[in-house]
């Protein structure tokens, strides 16, 4: 985990800002919040719990990516068109999250320039750090030697 993936790379005031529009929401273990190629209409900041990313697989087990903690963005599909889910996603513990309407956010994202412009850059961040670990990932998985020393 690092500082990017985390809402703490937010300047402070407009963590304040996304921090009011959340509610709080629950997802016992082993509920899905998303599917691959499903709308994105919502994203999520763990408060508790972990949640493990996914990436279907043809012919084989959905691979996990990466597993999310405390302070973690949930989702990075809903802030970028056709605002469609990249990967699934799954409780592996119970977990309580913050819980954000997208259209919301990026309403208040065209509305506040400054605003928008920290979040797309954490979501960037995030995205970034999350195709990272993917390549990773499924080169551990599937590549004869791994992701091994380059």
């Known amino acids: 985990m690092t500082s990017t993936t985390q809402a703490a790379a937010l300047p402070a005031e407009h963590r304040a800002q996304l921090m009011s529009l959340a509610h709080d929401v629950s997802f016992p273990m082993g509920a899905r919040l998303f599917e691959e190629g499903q709308h994105a209409e919502r994203f999520w900041?763990?408060?508790?719990g972990t949640i493990a990313?996914?990436?279907?697989?043809?012919?084989?087990?959905?691979a996990v990516i990466e597993t999310l903690g405390h302070g973690e963005l949930v989702g990075w599909s809903w802030h970028f068109p056709p605002y469609l889910w990249h990967l699934g996603?799954?409780?592996?513990?119970?977990?309580?999250?913050?819980?954000f309407?997208?259209?919301?956010?990026?309403?208040?994202?065209?509305?506040?320039?400054?605003?928008?412009?920290?979040?797309?850059?954490?979501?960037?961040?995030v995205t970034a750090?999350?195709?990272?670990?993917?390549?990773?990932?499924?080169?551990?998985?599937?590549?004869?030697?791994g992701s091994g020393p380059r």
């Open 89 to 99: 996603a799954g409780a592996t513990s119970p977990v309580r999250a913050h819980e």
């Open 101 to 125: 309407e997208a259209a919301t956010v990026r309403m208040l994202c065209e509305r506040d320039a400054e605003f928008g412009r920290a979040v797309a850059r954490w979501v960037g961040k």
């Open 45 to 48: 900041i763990i408060r508790t």
């Open 53 to 62: 990313l996914d990436l279907h697989v043809p012919g084989r087990r959905a």
């Open 129 to 145: 750090h999350r195709l990272h670990a993917a390549r990773i990932r499924l080169l551990d998985l599937y590549a004869p030697y």
